[in-house]
């Protein structure tokens, strides 16, 4: 035969050969270790299946081996590739699959090439949409309180993306962005600025402004030094960086 299936473990080759009586060995240490001395052995196989476990390092093993042994002659079996019904588990390997009750030919005809590092296909985010779909209040953007409008429009700030504000001079940048600094900040969420333009004192005392919620008082007020003092202690506590 041209073709040969290799698995992480000696009970899932078994497993192969048993249920499809196509050709299947084991890996002799696992997902992680394909010895040089067993690459000639596998030379004669035109195709050469891997059916590593269904986990991180099982499927790191086979994107490893693949480029050992030739991309243009490797498919991995991924269990993601067919449509198991949510309330299901997807079996971990061949074993588990033939112990509950799958047939195993549709494992390996469904085993697909390395898939590209940045192409995906709709069945690799699977599980992320699942996830994102059940679970929404985990990946909710980061409310502004103070701006309530602005916050139903852009349902909050997410995490993993970049939103760029553009304007011309004097439009109000520096103070919508001190305005999110501080709600990110007093919601506890580490913020940094890195201003390229504006000098940091001119940015904290505009900030500070902004966190008083009130006039600042007027040099002319006998106490203003030990008010604004007693401010910025309480400004100096949130979590941000410049």
């Known amino acids: 035969k041209d073709e040969i299936i290799i698995t992480e473990g000696e009970y899932d080759a078994m497993a192969v050969y048993q249920a499809t009586g196509r050709y299947a060995v084991s890996l002799p240490n696992g997902c992680r270790n394909l010895p040089l001395e067993v690459l000639p052995l596998i030379e004669k196989f035109q195709k050469v299946y891997l059916w590593m476990d269904h986990d991180r390092p099982g499927k790191e093993g086979a994107e490893k081996f693949s480029k050992k042994i030739g991309l243009n002659r490797c498919v991995i079996v991924n269990p993601s590739n067919l ?13 588990e699959a033939l112990l509950q009750g799958y047939n195993l030919n549709d494992f390996l005809e469904a085993a697909q090439t390395i898939p590209h590092d940045q192409i995906a296909h709709a069945r690799d985010y699977r599980l992320d949409i699942l996830e994102h779909h059940l679970h929404p209040e985990k990946y909710a953007g980061i409310p502004i309180p103070s701006l309530p409008s602005f916050t139903k429009i852009m349902k909050g700030f997410r995490l993993g993306e970049m939103t760029v504000l553009t304007g011309s001079t004097g439009s109000g940048k520096t103070t919508f962005l001190s305005q999110l600094s501080l709600d990110f900040a007093e919601q506890g969420i ?3 600025w890195g201003s390229f333009e504006v000098k940091n004192t001119q940015l904290l005392l505009k900030m500070i402004r902004q966190f008083a919620r009130e006039p600042l008082p007027s040099a002319s007020d006998p106490d203003a030094k030990e008010r604004l003092m007693a401010l910025q202690e309480k400004f100096e506590g949130l979590p941000l960086h410049f």
């Open 190 to 192: 580490n913020t940094l």
């Open 83 to 95: 449509d198991f019904p949510p309330s299901e588990n997807i079996p971990k390997d061949a074993n």
